[in-house]
């Protein structure tokens, strides 16, 4: 079936620093959300791309449905950004239906 | 806004109970979405729900489960003589009609089957 494979499964940055998360695609997706559990466990969505870029304060993501990826850059990270994040790509004809990346737990320390 | 609503929070139930789990959407919401979260399968579709109708139970296990949607305020899952693999969190989202593929997830119900 379809596959999300998503990485680093974890990161540790400094406050201040940034990186990126990764989700590749095995199929050509339709488009990715990218999502926060925080701390009352809820998965909070944070962007929801069909293509190109979008860009929300200190977070950037991009898709590339051709190459199939999907990226999620952190820059600036600061303590509360630490939590689990998700991707979760639509196929084609069942949008609805998200297959989830295994999440990147990241941890800003101070 | 309280968001996507699940109760209970934490369910234990013994081998071959039944188990009934409850979820709001957020109001205004047509479209309610049912997955479930284990270590090893991570986060799986289960079922979905557009204006009340069951659309899509796919990713239902055939036997003991079961979802419903009586009304636009509420989808229950139920699943009936629960086995320790059904151990896992459900996770409830819901999505508005012009925007149906952005999900609003709830917090989730451990269910912890003994």
């Known amino acids: 079936g379809d596959q999300v494979e998503q990485s680093p499964s974890a990161l540790s940055l400094h406050e201040g620093t940034g990186s990126a998360l990764r989700c590749n695609f095995t199929?050509?997706?339709?488009?990715v959300q990218w999502f926060r559990k925080n701390s009352r466990g809820s998965l909070i969505n944070l962007f929801y791309l069909a293509s190109g870029t979008k860009e929300n304060g200190r977070l950037k993501s991009a898709f590339d449905s051709k190459e199939r990826y999907s990226t999620l850059h952190i820059r600036d990270a600061q303590l509360e950004d630490s939590g689990t994040y998700f991707c979760?790509?639509?196929?084609?004809?069942?949008?609805?239906?998200?297959?989830f990346g295994t999440g990147t737990s990241l941890l800003v320390d101070p | 806004n309280a968001g996507v609503i699940q109760t209970p929070r934490h369910k234990v139930t013994g081998k071959g109970q039944e188990a009934t789990l409850w979820c709001e959407p957020i109001?205004?919401?047509?479209?309610v979405f049912w997955y479930r979260q284990t270590i090893v399968q991570g986060l799986e579709f289960l079922t979905y729900f557009r204006n009340q109708a069951p659309i899509d139970d796919s990713g239902m296990p055939k036997e003991r489960f079961s979802a419903q949607m009586p009304n636009q305020s509420h989808s229950t899952l139920k699943i009936q003589s629960t086995q320790p693999q059904d151990s896992a969190v459900y996770l409830c989202?819901?999505?508005?009609?012009?925007?149906?593929?952005?999900?609003?997830f709830g917090a989730g119900t451990r269910l912890s089957v003994l």
């Open positions: 989202a819901s999505s508005s009609r012009d925007r149906e593929n952005t999900l609003y």
């Open positions: 109001s205004g919401h047509s479209a």
């Open positions: 199929t050509t997706m339709r488009a």
């Open positions: 979760a790509a639509e196929a084609g004809n069942m949008g609805y239906k998200l297959t």
